[in-house]
T-cell receptor, first 115, second 115 residues
Framework: AQSVSQHNHHVILSEAASLELGCNYS??????LFWYVQYPGQHLQLLLK??????LVKGIKGFEAEFIKSKFSFNLRKPSVQWSDTAEYFC?????????????FGTGTRLKVLA | DADVTQTPRNRITKTGKRIMLECSQT?????MYWYRQDPGLGLRLIYY???????NKGEISDGYSVSRQAQAKFSLSLESAIPNQTALYFC??????????????FGPGTRLTVL
């Protein structure tokens, strides 16, 4: 079955530390890839997306992600986190193959950044 | 994001009761979705609708039904609520056109507790 794996469930970092959150998916067809973020008390919102082209995509607030097709991965990175990055981060895969539509989310990673 | 609203925001009910959660959007999107979020499981798709006449089951549709009353309205019903339907429910919309097709725009969520 198709799935999205986020290996880090809880991450605690100090401000200015570098961040990398892993995301791996199992789906053999063409996919669109997303990272969503949920800040405390706010709605889930799009952080960045990959559809095609340059596999290194940049999102809001200095986040970036790299699509590595051979590894079925779409890891999220930020060189220097801030206290305001404390949130829950979700990787998601959207795919449509032979009429079957999928929108699958990972289980999420809770990031806490210490001031 | 006030473009997608959900009512009620919180609901406590008893086993066996019928419950309806409502979602309205002003984004003009054709596609609407219902997800549930459980701790450690991420978001899982319950139902989705690509237009008023199109309703599709997601990965966990058992025990749920939906109605797409208009382009802007998509309601989720629990015909006979059970305790394991206690969860946070999100409505979302998306647009097939533009530079980011199927980016999900989420409502604020409805926290449902079934006793």
């Amino acid at each position: 079955a198709q799935s999205v794996s986020q290996h880090n469930h809880h991450v605690i970092l100090s401000e200015a530390a570098s961040l990398e959150l892993g995301c791996n998916y199992s789906y053999g067809g063409t996919v669109n890839l997303f990272w969503y973020v949920q800040y405390p008390g706010q709605h889930l919102q799009l952080l960045l997306k990959y559809f095609s082209g340059d596999p290194l995509v940049k999102g809001i607030k200095g986040f970036e992600a790299e699509f590595i097709k051979s590894k079925f991965s779409f890891n999220l990175r930020k060189p220097s986190v801030q206290w305001s990055d404390t949130a829950e981060y979700f990787c998601a895969v959207n795919a449509r193959n032979s009429g079957t539509y999928k929108y699958i989310f990972g289980t999420g990673t809770r990031l806490k950044v210490l001031a | 994001d006030a473009d997608v609203t959900q009512t009620p925001r919180n609901r406590i009910t008893k086993t066996g009761k019928r419950i309806m959660l409502e979602c309205s959007q002003t984004k003009g999107h054709d596609r609407m979705y219902w997800y549930r979020q459980d701790p450690g499981l991420g978001l899982r798709l319950i139902y989705y609708s690509f237009d008023v006449k199109d309703i599709n089951k997601g990965e966990i549709s058992d025990g749920y039904s939906v109605s797409r009353q208009a382009q802007a309205k998509f309601s989720l019903s629990l015909e006979s609520a059970i305790p394991n339907q206690t969860a946070l429910y999100f409505c979302a919309t998306s647009d097939i056109s533009g530079r980011a097709p199927d980016t999900q725009y989420f409502g604020p969520g409805t926290r449902l507790t079934v006793l």
